[in-house]
């Protein structure tokens, strides 16, 4: 039995070309939805990384309804990691939540590579109007789907959140996502935080939080 303010996520199964996504769902009370992507597959980590859990606690507890999931070939996830697949399955993904919530907008909050494919979906779907990308990397990629997502003309909000030990990143990140548009791009240092994700946990949670607000 569930009672009143406890935290339970239910198992969700997200199906795309080839196979299936394995999710983990929590209704919210209210407030806009929110997708949580892990890190690409190849980078390490999966739904359970600790800032996704700790994310996915902070959202729900401010009334958010979210959706964590499995890349491709991570945890109970499916299907062949084809070129494009990530993007595919993240744009599966907040269509899942939106329908399941009768949302017309979504948020998405996206860890280290996956902020890439956060802003090619963001170029690709008008449900999507805020991102928090944490701990990004300011690789040419990024840049790439920054100018997409500005060439797209959509009115996107970013929010760039950093752990303390990145703060020194701040300065190729702006300008790797300088295409995204002027006044688009938002950046948040959590103090007393570390990319490794061993400090700092309550902070990025509230960070993330903000970002929706």
Do not use: K
């Not at 902070?58 to 499995?70: K, S, V």
């Not at 907040?94 to 399941?100: G, H, K, S, Y």
């Not at 996206?110 to 802003?119: F, Y």
């Not at 959509?154 to 300088?178: I, K, M, N």
């Amino acid at each position: 039995m569930v009672e009143r303010g406890q935290f339970l996520e239910r198992m969700a199964i997200i199906p795309v070309a080839g196979g299936v996504l394995e999710g983990l769902y929590h209704r919210g009370a209210g407030a806009a939805p929110v997708v949580l992507s892990p890190p690409l597959p190849g980078e390490g980590g999966d739904m359970d990384l600790a800032p996704l859990a700790e994310a996915c606690w902070a959202l729900t507890q401010a009334g958010h309804p979210t959706m964590r999931y499995n890349h491709r070939g991570v945890g109970a996830s499916t299907a062949p990691l084809t070129e494009g697949a990530t993007l595919d399955d993240l744009l599966a993904v907040v269509e899942d939540l939106a329908l399941t919530e009768a949302a017309a907008r979504v948020g998405v909050c996206a860890v280290g590579g996956a902020g890439v494919v956060a802003l090619e979906a963001a170029a690709r779907s008008p449900r999507l109007r805020r991102l928090c990308l944490l701990n990004p990397s300011p690789s040419p990629a990024l840049e790439a789907a920054a100018r997409s997502l500005g060439a797209s003309a959509r009115p996107v909000e970013v929010v760039a959140l950093l752990t303390e030990d990145l703060d020194g990143e701040r300065a190729p990140l702006r300008e790797r996502l300088a295409g995204v548009g002027p006044g688009a791009v938002r950046f948040e240092v959590i103090e007393a935080s570390d990319q490794a994700f061993l400090r700092g946990l309550p902070g990025i949670g509230r960070g993330v939080v903000e970002a929706f607000a």
